[in-house]
């Protein structure tokens, strides 16, 4: 396991779940991190984590569908850290559940406003900043197993997923010799609060079925995937860019 002492991460939707648990294991490899959600209470919760397990973070609040929001991302941490070496894109809903001739176009076009045009939003300033720091940088962005197949019912997350995927590639070809590395995650479903909202954990039977999905019989846990996006972020990962890295425990073997 690398060691990220003397890095800057930051982590977009870092107040519950993946984001929560990266940020945590960024700080507990020694990086500085910025937290930032739309939850504060849940943003603050992360860095009293962190900084009881002795780390250094900080908390702003951010709305990845605002590009200035994520712009100021950038800046506050380059003011409050010297630079940005890592940035999880990480933010995002399920959005409704239902099918494409019942699904709501307003609902929709959210849906694509926070899991797509949020994690272009992230980039575009995170990229700018790493292409100009010695050292460059890695951006790791948060797709699915739904980023490479389809779902009944989710349109909108599936066809943002699958966005975040295209966004990825055209972004590592761009940056291939910049110094600064883009990849995904495809996480399986993962043991969340956001899978607690769509009804799959607090109903036995949905949960066995979406389990049974995983060749591994189970879902995942947020520090599995958390481990993934840190290998991906620490040198041993030197030649990986434009990857979609499948944390799925068999999911999309079938
Ligand atoms: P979660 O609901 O626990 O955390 C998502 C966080 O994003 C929340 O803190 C929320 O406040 C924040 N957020 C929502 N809208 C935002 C916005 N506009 N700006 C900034 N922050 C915002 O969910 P979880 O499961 O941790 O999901 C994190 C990411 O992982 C999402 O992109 C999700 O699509 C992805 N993912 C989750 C899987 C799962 O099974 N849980 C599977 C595959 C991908």
Redesign the pocket.
């Known amino acids: 396991m690398g060691s990220f002492t003397d890095t800057v991460a930051a982590v ?2 870092s ?5 929560r648990t990266t940020a945590i294991e960024f700080a507990d490899r020694g990086a500085s991190v910025l937290v ?4 504060v209470d ?1 943003g603050e919760e992360t860095v009293a984590q962190i900084e009881d397990a002795g780390g250094e973070a900080r908390f702003l609040e ?4 605002d590009p200035d929001a994520t712009q100021e991302m950038v800046d506050v941490a380059v003011e409050a850290y010297g630079r940005l070496d890592y940035a999880f894109n ?4 399920g959005g409704a559940q239902t099918p494409v001739t019942e699904y709501d176009s307003d609902d929709w076009r959210s849906v694509i406003d ?2 797509l045009v ?1 994690v272009f939003n992230c980039m575009k300033p995170e990229i700018a900043q790493m292409q100009t720091q010695d050292g460059g940088g890695v951006v790791v962005n ?5 980023g490479q197949v389809g779902f009944e019912a989710s349109s909108g997350y599936v066809a943002a ?1 699958h966005g975040v995927l295209g966004l990825t590639k055209t972004a590592a070809l761009e940056n291939g010799e910049t110094g600064v590395r883009v990849n995904a995650v495809c ?4 043991e ?4 607690e ?1 769509g009804g799959i954990t607090s109903d036995p039977e949905m949960r066995k079925q979406i389990e049974g999905l995983h060749a591994m019989n189970r879902l995942g846990t ?1 520090q599995e995937v958390a481990d993934a996006v840190c290998w991906l972020c620490d040198d041993e990962a030197s030649f990986v860019t434009g990857e979609a890295l499948g944390v799925e425990g068999g999911y999309l073997s079938r």
């Open positions: 977009t939707g107040g519950s779940g993946i984001g930032t959600d739309v939850d849940g951010v709305d990845v569908t990480n933010a995002g809903i926070v899991n949020g948060n797709s699915s197993i739904l997923k996480p399986g479903f993962i969340t609060p956001l899978l909202s947020p």
